[in-house]
Structures are given as C-alpha cells and as structure tokens.
C-alpha cells in the first residue's frame, strides 16, 4: 500500500476522538493542588452530586476507572462464582473482563444489526435460572432497548446494568442515561463525553447498591457507626473485600469543570453526526449509523460500514493514509486469545461479527470543524473511488 505520498503534510492527524480541556479546567485542577486535600475529599463529594444532577440519577459513586466501576457495580449486584452475566460482545473487553474479574461466566448475546446493542431477542434465548445480570452496552453512545431488556429480565427475576462508558448524557424517550437501567458504569478516559484523565462512576437509583459501591472502592470499609459492632472513634470494619480504587479529588475537579460543558459537548457531537449524515449519503458503498425513534444518542463513535466487507482494510488504510485517526470497534471480545483459552468460538454471534467487519469508527470529536468533516468526506469519498477503479488491487 501507497502511503506517505498521499498524506497531507501541512494538517495534523484527525484522532477518532480526544478530550477538549479549557482554561477553567486548568483553574479548577490547580485549586485542588493548592488546596488541603489530594485524595478523595470533598472535591469528589461535588462531583459526585453534580453527577447525579446532570443524569438525573439517585446516587452517584465516582472511581478511578470505567473498569473499576463495571467490577464494583457487578459485585454490588451480586454477581459472583457460578453466576452468568450476559453481555454484548460488540464492546471494550472491560465490559466482560469485569465479569471474570467475580468468578462469574460470561455469555455473549449477539445485535441487532441496525444499531449494534444487545438483541433482546439474543438475550432471551440465554437467560435462565443461573443469569445473575444482563448487562447492555450502549454501543457509540446510543442507548440500548432497555424496556424490552427489562420486560425479559422480570421474567427470571435477574437485573439490568449498563456500560453507559459511551452514552454520558444521551437519553431515550426523554430519559436520561443513568436512570434506564438498575445501575449505570460510566467512564472518563479522554476519548469518552467528559474527562477526568482516568476514571469512571456508578450511577444508581438503588442505595444499598450505591453503598456496596462506596464499600467496595475502598477496600470494603464501612465507617457508619449504625452498622459497626464495636464502638471507637478510631473503629471501622472491613465487611466484604474490596479494593482501592478511589478517585482522588485532582480528577474529580477536572471532572466537575468537564461536567458544566456536557451540554455543549453533546450539542457539538449531534451537530457533527448530522453534518456527517448530510454529506455521506450519497455514499452507496457505505451504511451510515441512525439513531432510533425515540433515542438521542451522545455519538460517542459514528461508525460507518462498508457494504463489502472484503474493501474495508483498504478503505482503512486509505484513510489512516489520509492522516485520519480511524479506528474498528470492536474486535468481538470472544475473538480474544484469552476468551478462545476459555473455550468460546468464533461464530457465536454472527451479527456482532458481520458488524465488526464492516465497520469503520470516523473521527468525532466535540472541537472538530466543519472543515475537519470536510476532510474526511473527502477521503472516504475518495477512497472508495479508488477502490472501484482497482477492485483487485
Ligand atoms: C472506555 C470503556 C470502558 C472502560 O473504561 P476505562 O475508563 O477505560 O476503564 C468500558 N466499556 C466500554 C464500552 C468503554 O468504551
């Protein structure tokens, strides 16, 4: 493959996303540092309760990774040796790693082919008396059916989380993402709706889940004087283990200022799928994503996929070639060294599958320019020129 000679030099590499942090981010982390606290203080008591602002949510636990909120959050429902849980395969391998982490099996529904979340019809054929949680991932940041999620769990008495890691401040019929499933894991790598450098959250209607959560993300210690058997100012116990996976209050200061642009962010990322929708239409070789009804997805990713899976690693490597940041998500997490060790076989789930290889996640990120889209329709458009002027090449 042809490469250097056809990337444009003079403009930088367009990432598929990167965080957008400001003066007042700057300002709200330096605070912290001049301050009395580092650790978790009252700086990620703030954050927690504008996180619970913001979602609409009961309780709100924040920790120092998306990952750490998925293993937190399946403890706190239960979830342990023996149990299942059933998840997407079309998702991070946290998603399901987190499960392992318990004891617990994993088994993999296949998608629903229109929008690559969690087919309920899937879900149904694997639940039974062993399912501890279904977990649905709201995959590019468009939230799963969780109605007929919940309509299925009911029948066999098991719960519904989300990996929200995508979905921060998308909603669906009006709901907010952090209220539509019993427990929400959200993230904030820099590439996710906002950003703390490293750290997540569970959001939670429950407050016994909420307070498993706490627990858990410091090494299972609980300090209310109600619930402890001795008494001591200087007493504590520890119930149920748990690990340090504490936020400090540095990130969650970036995170509270990150919080008051969600809106804006959103706003940005919706204008930017549109502008996409608008100008990639004529496209007859590529599929674009579309939102449901009656869901408002936070576009974390807008994945394209090729008609023809066999002209996607050129169409790829014309774009990276293009100084575009593309990337395929994901990899089924089955397709994984470590999950083939575990005994799971290709073909499991042949929508997710099909899925992955067609797509192609194109760059979107709330401080992209129109121009910035620009260019990449014109490398797509472009590359998929080529491709038919050289089908064999
Ligand atoms: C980013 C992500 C995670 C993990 O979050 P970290 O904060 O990186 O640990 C989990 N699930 C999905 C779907 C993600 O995209």
Redesign the pocket.
């Known amino acids: 493959m042809r490469s250097a000679s056809s990337s444009p030099l003079s403009e930088p590499i367009l990432p598929y996303s990167r965080q957008w942090i400001d003066e007042a981010d700057v300002a709200a982390v330096e605070e912290v540092l001049r301050g009395d606290w580092l650790t978790t203080g009252p700086t990620v008591d703030r954050f927690e309760r504008e996180l619970e602002r913001v979602t609409g949510g009961r309780h709100a636990v924040a920790l120092n ?6 293993h937190a959050m399946y403890a706190a429902a239960g979830v342990g040796p023996g149990d299942e849980v059933i998840t997407s395969p079309l ?5 399901a790693n ?1 499960a392992l982490y318990l004891g617990a099996t994993v088994r993999f529904a296949d998608v629903d082919a229109a929008t690559g979340n969690i087919d309920p019809a899937s879900v149904a054929n694997l639940l039974s008396e062993r399912t501890r949680a279904v977990v649905a ?3 590019a940041g468009h939230p799963a059916d969780y109605a007929a999620l919940r309509r299925l769990a009911g029948q066999w008495s098991t719960v519904v989380l989300a ?1 929200g ?2 979905s921060l401040g998308a909603t669906q019929g009006g709901k907010m993402v952090g209220t539509l499933a019993m427990a929400t ?5 820099p ?2 709706s906002i950003t703390t450098g ?3 959250a569970v959001v939670t209607g429950s407050r016994r889940l909420a307070a498993r959560v706490r627990a858990f993300r410091n090494h299972g210690i609980i300090r209310d004087s109600g619930l402890l058997r001795r008494r001591g100012a200087w007493y504590y116990e520890v119930r149920a283990l748990g690990y340090n996976y504490r936020l400090s209050d540095i990130h969650a200061a970036l995170g509270a200022s990150q919080l008051r642009r969600l809106d804006d962010f959103i706003r940005r990322r919706r204008a930017l799928a549109a502008l996409y929708t608008e100008r990639l239409g004529h496209l007859e070789a590529i599929e674009l994503p579309r939102a449901r009804a009656d869901t408002a997805p936070s576009w ?1 990713l807008f994945v394209v996929r090729v008609r023809e899976a066999r002209i996607r690693r050129r169409l790829f490597e014309h774009l990276r070639a293009a100084g575009l940041g593309v990337q395929v ?2 990899i089924p997490v089955y397709w994984h060294p470590h999950y083939q060790s575990l005994g799971y076989r290709r073909g499991l789930c042949p929508q997710a599958e099909d899925f992955y290889r067609r797509a192609i996640s194109l760059p979107l990120f709330p401080r992209m320019t129109e121009a910035d889209v620009d260019r990449v329709v014109d490398a797509l458009s472009s590359g998929l020129a080529k491709l038919r002027a050289r089908p064999r090449t």
């Open positions: 990774s998306g990952t750490s909120a998925l998702t991070f391998a946290a998603t987190a991932v709201d995959y990996d890691a995508h894991a959200l993230s904030f790598h590439v996710k490293e750290g997540g974390h998500h994901y």
